[in-house]
């Protein structure tokens, strides 16, 4: 079933299909608020509200848009939300051995082969925008036209968000790897 056709049915009063648009999309928004947020329990909750605002805004959403675009916009504001609320700017990293082991992996393609911590401390130093902006194009594949709708942003800044996020991550990532972390 389409995503189109699910929207119609949970409009309708089925529970059950906003449980199937749950399921595909769940593990993608939890990826993106768990290397948004920088924390497992933090990420779940911005998920889990993100999940439940869309539910009760379903009626407003419009077909001509794509769901997961719809979802991500949702998802995108409740981590800027949260990141406000608690006053932080930049991310925070684990540094505890035990909670780094156990985090999921990176998102594939943004930098093969560099361990799993190294990238979220570095990711954890980017400016928020720039953290958002990769995640979004090399985790999540969207185009800077997909990106632009989700997050309000220009298309050019999104590039330029992109780019110096890169160059800084590789920096960091160097610097890293210099250093023998």
């Known amino acids: 079933m389409t995503d189109a056709e699910l929207v119609v049915r949970t409009r309708a009063g089925d529970p059950d299909a ?19 947020l920088g924390e497992r329990a933090d990420a779940e909750d911005v998920v889990q509200d993100s999940f439940l605002r869309a539910y009760l805004a379903i ?4 077909e001509r848009d794509q769901f997961r675009g719809w979802l991500f916009r949702i998802l995108t504001n409740q981590c800027r939300n949260f990141l406000t609320s608690r006053g932080r700017r930049t991310k925070r990293f684990v540094q505890d051995d035990l909670a780094i082991q156990s985090a ?21 130093q980017l400016d928020p925008q720039q953290r958002e902006a990769l995640l979004l194009k090399y985790a999540e594949g969207l185009e800077y036209s997909e990106m632009s709708a989700m997050t309000g942003a220009g298309e050019s800044a999104l590039k330029m968000r992109v780019k110096r996020g890169s160059e800084r991550l590789r920096a960091l990532l160097a610097k890293s790897e210099e250093r023998g972390a």
Request: aromatic share 16%.
């Open 18 to 36: 906003f449980g199937v648009l749950v399921s595909r999309y769940y593990d993608a928004c939890w990826r993106f608020a768990y290397h948004m």
């Open 59 to 62: 009626s407003r959403y419009d």
């Open 104 to 124: 999921p992996a990176p998102p594939p393609g943004l930098a093969p082969g560099v361990e799993d911590a190294v990238l979220m401390r570095a990711l954890a």
